[in-house]
């Protein structure tokens, strides 16, 4: 039997049942249930716990053993912070009625205790000069970058090879948010147009199939803030985003946000003939774990972050040489040719203003009509990984910014120039030779 059923069992008027036997003072009792004999007093004036006898002459209070179910119950509740006008509904009122005030006093303590925590740690950082880096983005923006980069992180041996990359990170630095992520055949990587930026630099993993959550959340907010911090109970790093009403910086769309197309950002898609390729690669909206779970109304979302170092995405995007040679075609006539591929590579060919797609060594060829600069070109590719950067693009025409047969091919759409896809061509024997 619980504390409540014994209170409920307790009598609502202890002197009108209780025996004059075995009576104690209030200092005994006070003792015996650990309350305050002041704390019972006021408990006797608001009717709340009354003595069992009250001596007439002297005015002494005195307690039967039979309420010390009863008073133990009411210092927990008080202890917990809970009013005497709910106290007594636990005490006396129906269980159904006891059951919905504690549920309603437990999640505004939660709350409260939240914000305390939060205006505290806020504080303490300012005076350990370590203010959380915070910076806020459009909520569509967010959610869009996080759908599009999460696939590219690892799954399977992979991932348990180097758990590191089943993570996705979401970088804070100065006006910019990077969301990146990589498999090591991989990298995507999309930048956001952030504002109200505070606090220094931060780098902030979470696990991938966390991202669909954010995602969907994200998408439902205006405004969203990206915080690292403040630190969970067990002392790990948190990923903590707050919903930003929409006339906070002039709400979506305000001057110095970005819209969804036309912010900075990259895409890095590198893969080998036996490597994975991105066609493999689960979505956000399917990730394993989060189908069940609708985050839509909170306003704060919490995401456990990860401390590892995190693989540094501007040693490739730095490291690209300059193109040699330039390449515009029809990007939906090319990813249905490059689909169709039944060999592990496809063989692009330019010269002048043609395009041949071989598949494989000696497979069929297709000739399609495309602007190319640049000296004769022959480069292969993994059909899925070239195809899913294809897929990425928008609009009817794609340019591929080639420096060689061996370096990342540049993919840009006309229509979309905030992201930017790179594709690591199929290294191996059985790939062609660029022309000299």
């Not at 193109?323 to 006539?333: G, K, M, P, S, W």
């Amino acid at each position: 039997m619980d504390d409540t059923d014994r209170a409920h069992r307790a009598t609502r008027d202890a002197p009108a049942r209780a025996g004059t036997g075995n009576l104690m003072s209030i200092s005994a009792f006070a003792r015996r249930v650990g309350l305050a004999p002041s704390a019972l007093r006021f408990c006797d004036d608001c009717g709340v716990l009354s003595p069992a006898a009250v001596d007439p002459v002297t005015g002494y209070r005195s307690y039967s053993p039979q309420q010390h179910d009863r008073a133990v119950l009411l210092r927990r509740l008080r202890t917990a912070g809970l009013p005497l006008t709910g106290a007594t509904a636990v005490l006396d009122g129906p269980r159904d009625e006891a059951l919905r005030v504690l549920e309603q006093h437990a999640r505004t303590a939660r709350a409260e205790a939240e914000a305390a925590r939060s205006a505290l740690d806020g504080v303490l950082a300012d005076l350990r000069g370590e203010r959380p880096a915070r910076a806020r983005v459009d909520g569509a923006e967010l959610a869009a970058a996080l759908t599009g980069v999460a696939p590219a992180a690892a799954t399977g041996a992979a991932r348990d090879r180097f758990p590191v990359l089943g993570r996705v990170l979401l970088e804070l630095d100065g006006d910019e948010l990077h969301v990146v992520a990589t498999d090591r055949y991989r990298l995507a990587v999309r930048t956001l147009r952030a504002d109200g930026h505070e606090g220094g630099p931060a780098r902030i993993a979470v696990a991938a199939e966390e991202t669909a959550r954010l995602a969907r959340w994200a998408l439902l907010r205006p405004r969203v803030r990206v915080a690292d911090g403040p630190r969970a109970p067990d002392g790990g790093p948190v990923l903590r985003c707050t919903a930003d009403g929409p006339d906070a910086a002039g709400g979506p769309g305000a001057a110095g946000g970005s819209g969804a197309g036309d912010g900075p950002g990259a895409a890095v898609t590198p893969g080998t003939a036996d490597g994975p390729g991105a066609a493999d690669a689960p979505g956000v909206a399917d990730a394993p774990g989060t189908a069940a779970e609708d985050p839509s109304a909170d306003d704060t979302l919490l995401l456990a972050a990860h401390p590892e170092t995190y693989p540094d995405h501007r040693l490739v995007l730095e490291g690209l040489p300059p193109a040699r040679h330039r390449l515009i075609t029809d990007r939906e006539a090319l990813r249905t040719a490059v689909s169709r591929a039944p060999a592990p590579f496809v063989i692009l060919r330019t010269d002048g203003q043609r395009l041949t797609i071989r598949h494989g060594d000696a497979g069929p060829e297709r000739d399609q009509p495309a602007l190319s600069s640049g000296p004769p070109l022959r480069i292969a590719f993994d059909p899925r990984v070239l195809g899913a950067a294809l897929d990425a693009g928008v609009g009817p025409d794609v340019l591929l910014e080639i420096a060689s047969a061996a370096d990342p091919v540049v993919v840009r759409s006309a229509d979309q120039g905030s992201f930017t896809t790179l594709v690591m061509p199929v290294h191996g024997s059985a790939a062609p030779s660029p022309a000299p």
